[in-house]
């Protein structure tokens, strides 16, 4: 089985319960200033087939928080998926931002956030979307 077959067989066993999900969260970390390459092909992975693009992501509401050991956190990250979010449709919550530089410092060896600030930022941030969702009523 070649690496192609591999993730669409990946894709292929979570992208049903996409369809179910009342919202999205998406956790992406900030390479160069911009969208990490496996993140963006995953979501295109997502859209496949095309007939089947936007029951994924049509009207769904997404939030945008990530972390990078870089000083500017994941802005340019998070900017540059707005254009993306837009084309699938997409709902995007912008009413908090959480975007976490150096990121090294605030977790533990096993992937653990250790930072109370950061904690009670991620806190508010899930409130917030958490309501987001229940007000966009997509189920």
Request: overall charge positive.
């Amino acid at each position: 089985m070649n690496a192609t077959m591999i993730i669409f067989s990946f894709i292929r066993a979570v992208h049903p319960p996409c369809y179910r999900n009342a919202g999205l969260l998406l956790i992406t970390p900030e390479y160069n200033n911009g969208i990490p390459g496996v993140f963006k092909n995953a979501i295109d992975w997502f859209t496949q087939p095309p007939e089947e693009r936007m029951g994924v992501f049509a009207g769904k509401p997404v939030g945008l928080i990530g972390a990078t050991p870089g000083t500017f956190g994941t802005a340019f990250s998070q900017y540059a998926w707005l254009p993306v979010l837009r084309v699938l449709g997409t709902q995007v919550w912008s009413g908090r931002l959480l975007w976490v530089s150096g990121a090294m410092g605030k977790f533990d060896d096993q992937g653990n956030l250790t930072d109370d600030g950061v904690k009670r930022q991620l806190v508010k941030y899930m409130a917030g979307f958490t309501e987001f969702v229940r007000r966009m009523k997509v189920f």
